[in-house]
């Protein structure tokens, strides 16, 4: 910042034009798990690793910061799936607890397991799509 004639003038740094980034896109390409900038390279090296770099468009996914919020949103989707579930079956027809325990333990792990990835790149899309934490390339941090 500098005064020019008593007036206050601000710099700005010159940047090009940002790259267009639509986020139901890239959220769509994050739940197949592939790379939300080009939708054709993966976006995990294993179950739950994100890859270091898209192997097709070379876009950096270090900086993501999915931590724990993937595991919050499939508690609440299975959640939201089970419950009602067992709910309805309970009303109705009343089984043996240890029948529905047999029952609903299984489809809670298999579905969090089956959902954690997906959720997970989703999770990644949209921080990509939205410039969140080191993605924004216009804006580094310092």
């Not at 299975?78 to 325990?101: D, K, R």
């Not at 792990?109 to 216009?138: C, N, T, Y």
């Amino acid at each position: 910042m500098e005064t020019v004639s008593g007036q206050r003038v601000v710099w700005k740094r010159q940047t090009g034009p940002a790259e267009k980034r639509d986020l139901w896109t890239a959220l769509k390409r994050g739940l197949r798990c592939r790379c939300p900038r080009c939708g054709e390279g993966k976006l995990f090296r294993a179950f739950l690793k994100v890859a270091d770099h898209c192997a097709v468009c070379a876009l950096d996914f270090s900086p993501h910061r999915a931590d724990d919020l993937p595991a919050y949103l499939v508690i609440i989707i299975v959640g939201h799936i089970v419950v009602p579930l067992a709910l309805m079956i309970e009303t109705n027809y009343s089984p043996p607890v240890a029948l529905q325990l047999s029952i609903y333990l299984p489809i809670t792990l298999i579905a969090s397991l089956l959902l954690l990835q997906p959720v997970k790149g989703a999770v990644v899309g949209v921080q990509w799509a939205l410039r969140m934490h080191g993605f924004d390339e216009q804006n580094p941090t310092e």
